[in-house]
């Protein structure tokens, strides 16, 4: 699938359609190989990309789902209806989308809808639903053009940011976003505690990739959002179902699976499902008790209070 706009990655400007891939004013080439169109310009590399690019042109689990669909037609559950009744364009992006789960899901959800995934990684990419529009971008830098989504997606992507390279990705994301177009974030979660007992056990160094891995607050995605103007819609801790495929890549991992079951067990007991996702309208639910933690916040429309 080809993408039908795209902007410069240098000056936000709309890049130009070649049978071979896209073209800048400066006449700048971004190829399309494989049906991946690669916006990467070696003018904004820096070392943050280069670090990124190590871990995951060279991780060693590829093909795999971290999760369950269960959670995506879930999540799907609560985002599509808002989008539907916010007249948005359907179309979606998971930003720093690895393989596209999340993108591939919307896809699947709604087929008329576009999924973009999003990503450094051009192995990744490789690996992502060739239904989907693959961009290898980094998306701190604008790609797509402003208002073409209805949903912008950071999913266990946002965590992986500096403090001010989140900020200008969340940026960037919100000005492609359509006026009712909404942000969300699924992030580990940094007010869950046994997170922290377990980031200080040895056993932790079998499933992180990073030397050390960062986990994200409420407040920090919040301010950031509130920042560019967006409103809370959701905000809820949730434990998510673990595949087995991904977690029979650590050599513990009957251990794991016990541990992230019990937990996904005891929202499917406690927190009632789609009520209980429904519920963090008003305010942060329930955060300390998940490890994840889902957000949503909506882009107002002009001249009303939204
Ligand atoms: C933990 S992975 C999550 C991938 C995917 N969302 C998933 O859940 O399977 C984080 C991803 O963020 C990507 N990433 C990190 N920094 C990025 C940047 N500046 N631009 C684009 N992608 C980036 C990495 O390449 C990696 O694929």
């Not at 240098?10 to 890049?15: D, E, F, I, V, Y």
């Not at 492609?176 to 056990?201: K, T």
């Not at 407040?219 to 959701?234: F, G, K, N, P, S």
Request: proline residues 7%; contains cysteine.
């Amino acid at each position: 699938m080809s993408a039908a706009a795209l902007v410069s990655p240098m000056t936000g400007h709309p890049l130009m359609g070649l049978p071979t891939g896209f073209q800048a004013e400066d006449g700048t080439l971004y190829p399309t190989t494989n049906g991946i169109t690669d916006l990467l310009d070696v003018r904004l590399a820096d070392a943050a990309m280069q670090a990124e690019l190590d871990v995951f042109e060279t991780i060693p689990i590829e093909k795999v789902c971290y999760f369950r669909s269960v959670l995506f037609q879930r999540i799907l559950g609560l985002v599509l209806p808002l989008m539907r009744a916010a007249g948005v364009p359907p179309a979606c992006v998971e930003i720093g989308g690895g393989e596209g789960y999340l993108a591939g899901a919307f896809h699947h959800a709604a087929p008329d809808h576009t999924g973009y995934v999003c990503d450094l990684s051009i192995r990744a990419l490789g690996n992502a639903d060739p239904a989907l529009v693959r961009l290898r971008a980094d998306v701190r830098f604008p790609y797509l053009p402003p208002n073409s989504l209805g949903l912008a997606a950071f999913w266990v992507s946002l965590h992986h940011f500096s403090s001010d390279d989140a900020r200008r990705s969340l940026d960037v994301a919100v000005s492609s976003l359509a006026p009712g177009g909404l942000l969300l974030a699924f992030e580990p979660n940094d007010d869950f505690l046994p997170r922290h007992q377990f980031s200080r056990m040895r056993i932790s160094r079998q499933v992180y990739f990073d030397d050390e891995e960062k986990s994200l607050n409420w407040r920090t995605i919040d301010a950031l959002a509130r920042a560019a103007e967006l409103r809370l819609r959701h905000c809820v801790g949730v434990n998510p179902p673990y595949s087995l495929p991904f977690l029979r890549h650590f050599r513990l991992w009957p251990l794991f699976l016990i541990a992230t079951e019990t937990l996904y067990r005891f929202d499917r007991l406690f927190k009632h499902d789609s009520r209980w996702w429904r519920a963090g309208e008003s305010g942060p639910l329930g955060l300390g008790t998940g490890s994840y933690l889902l957000g949503v916040w909506q882009k107002p429309f002009s001249g009303t209070g939204l």
